[in-house]
C-alpha cells in the first residue's frame, strides 16, 4: 500500500471544485487518510516547488500557488502515486484524457486544478513537507 501527496489547486478550490476532485480520487480507489485546508506564502510555494526553480514559469507558478487557499490530502491505496497521476491527466490539459481531472477542471498548462507527486522519493519528502506525523493514521 502506498500514499501519495495531492493538491487541490487555487484555481479549483476558487471554484468549489474542492469535492467534485476528492470524488474522482475515491472513484479511483484512492482513500483520503488527511486533508487540510491552508494558504501557502510566496516563501512557501517556493520552497514547495523548488525543483522548478530555473524553469521559465517558476515565478509564475509560486504566486499562483500563493494567490488563494489549497487542499493538501494524503492519498493511499495500490499504486498510489502512479493512479493519483493517471486520474490528474497530462499537465497540460489540452492533452489530458476524456474522464481525467486536468481535462474535466483545468483552465490553462498553469491554472491545472491539482498536483501530485511524481516518485515513492518525492512522495515521502512532499508529505513531510504538509503533515506531521501525529496528522498521519
Ligand atoms: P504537478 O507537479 O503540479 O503535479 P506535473 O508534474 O504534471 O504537475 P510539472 O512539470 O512538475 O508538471 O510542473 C509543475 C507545475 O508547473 C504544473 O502542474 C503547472 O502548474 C506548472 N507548469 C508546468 N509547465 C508550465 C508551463 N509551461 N507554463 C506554465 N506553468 C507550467
Ligand atoms: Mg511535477
Known sequence: IERTLSIIKPDATRRNLTGKIAAKFEEAGLRIVASKRIHLSPAQAG????????????GE????????????????????????REVMGATNPANADEGTIRKEFALSMGENSVHGSDAADTAKEEIAFFFSGLELV
Open 47 to 58: 520552497k514547495f516547488y523548488e525543483v522548478h526553480k530555473d524553469r521559465p514559469f517558476y
Open 61 to 84: 507558478l509560486v504566486e499562483f500557488m500563493a494567490s488563494e487557499p489549497v487542499v493538501v490530502q494524503v492519498l493511499e491505496g495500490e499504486n498510489a502515486i502512479a493512479k493519483n
